[in-house]
């Protein structure tokens, strides 16, 4: 609705969240994204702060959890419930968003089946409930509930959240679990980020592609992703969500055999770039950190961030305090840097600073990769 609106130019636009980010299923560092390009779009945001009340005077006073703003007028859009009247008059089993069923979609009378919005359906990856109110899981439940009335045993194996908008210029889709749901369930995962262009660089139109996975640390299952571009975005949520839906692993990822001519991929996909990416940090090439880690640290006097970008790309703006040797000229400077250190490494999205890595660990040195790089970094940090 705010997008709609900014083409009328004589409007001035706010959208409220009570939550801390727009965009729930996204992690707060991926809904960076999105906040930067509404600001650009002089949209206002106002985060954690909910709505109490609305009186409506000469303009209508919106009274916030904190403070209060005046409207002409006012959209709410503050999601769906399932309308589950008729199934408690029922006596079926419902929840705490919808109707309960079985993976044959029936209810909690054999006779009885229920589907789409209004229904509660197993999460593929936590084994527990959502609600998922999409068309395309509809969809598929609509065949396993027709399949079944006619005497064909199908069932329906759970959902997974696939999903995709478009934002202004860019395109944003997601699929899997967040990091939230995996804190909340007690799932063990780690997260990586990696940023490579949507096709061949050298041919014209490129375009990153930011991809953050969550993944299983102990055999590298995908377990979530968030992609956020102007171009593939789609493709390369829908490659992975169906590895998410296929329990395959970052090594299934880079064995993957996709389309390939410079003006639709690269050589190496960025999905097949996810893959070895994950596979490095599993495999012990490279051990990966984020930036929140890195603001989060405890002796920060045992660690110095080395910036491994070009002079040019440092001198556009750097992380504080970071030591800035060229990736190129790292190996006949190794000597400035001090082996009793722990080493944070950077570049713009995370290549070069994981062939830094790989010098400095052969060479001796302790060291991380901070995943990202400085490109996420500054994304991140234009909302401080």
């Not at 985060?47 to 403070?67: A, H, R, T």
């Not at 002079?311 to 504080?320: K, L, V």
């Not at 250190?341 to 790989?358: D, E, N, P």
């Amino acid at each position: 609705m705010a997008e709609n609106l900014s083409n009328y130019n004589n409007l001035n636009i706010t959208v409220v969240q009570k939550g801390p980010h727009l965009i729930n299923p996204l992690d707060e560092d991926m809904a960076c994204f999105v906040h930067r390009e509404l600001k650009k779009k002089k949209i206002n945001l106002i985060l954690n702060n909910g709505v109490n009340k609305i009186v409506e005077n000469d303009k209508l006073e919106i009274s916030l959890e904190n403070g209060k703003i005046e409207s002409d007028f006012v959209i709410l859009c503050i999601g769906v419930k399932a309308e589950t009247e008729l199934a408690l008059d029922a006596g079926l089993k419902v929840g705490d968003k919808g109707i309960l069923v079985n993976e044959y979609m029936q209810t909690s009378n054999k006779d009885i089946y229920a589907l789409g919005d209004a229904i509660m359906v197993n999460n593929s990856i936590t084994e527990s409930s959502m609600y998922t109110p999409l068309a395309g899981p509809a969809n598929r439940q609509a065949r396993v509930v027709a399949n079944n009335i006619v005497g064909k045993t199908t069932t329906y194996e759970g959902a997974i959240g696939s999903s995709i908008l478009k934002i202004f210029d860019y395109d944003l889709a997601m699929a899997g679990v967040n990091e939230k749901i995996c804190k909340a369930q007690g799932i063990k995962y780690e997260t990586i980020i990696v940023s490579p262009n949507s096709h061949a660089g050298y041919y014209p139109g490129a375009r990153l592609i930011t991809i953050k996975a969550l993944y299983s640390e102990t055999n590298g299952r995908i377990l979530g992703v968030q992609v956020w571009g102007k171009e593939g975005v789609d493709k390369a949520c829908d490659i992975l969500a169906s590895a998410i839906k296929m329990n395959m692993t970052a090594y299934d990822l880079e064995k993957l055999e996709l389309c390939y001519a410079p003006p639709f991929s690269s050589a190496k996909s960025p999905v097949n770039i996810l893959g070895n990416s994950i596979v490095n940090e599993i495999e012990g090439l490279v051990d990966t950190v984020t930036w929140e880690d890195v603001k989060e640290l405890k002796n920060k006097e045992e660690y110095s961030v080395l910036d491994v970008r070009t002079d040019e790309e440092y001198e556009r703006g750097a992380y504080e305090c970071a030591i800035h040797i060229p990736l190129d000229d790292l190996r006949n400077r190794l000597d400035e840097l001090d082996k009793s250190k722990k080493y944070l490494v950077y570049c713009r999205t995370g290549l070069r600073s994981y062939i830094a890595c790989r010098i400095l660990t052969q060479n001796g040195f302790e060291v991380k990769n901070i995943t990202g790089g400085y490109y996420f970094y500054s994304v991140i940090n234009s909302e401080k």
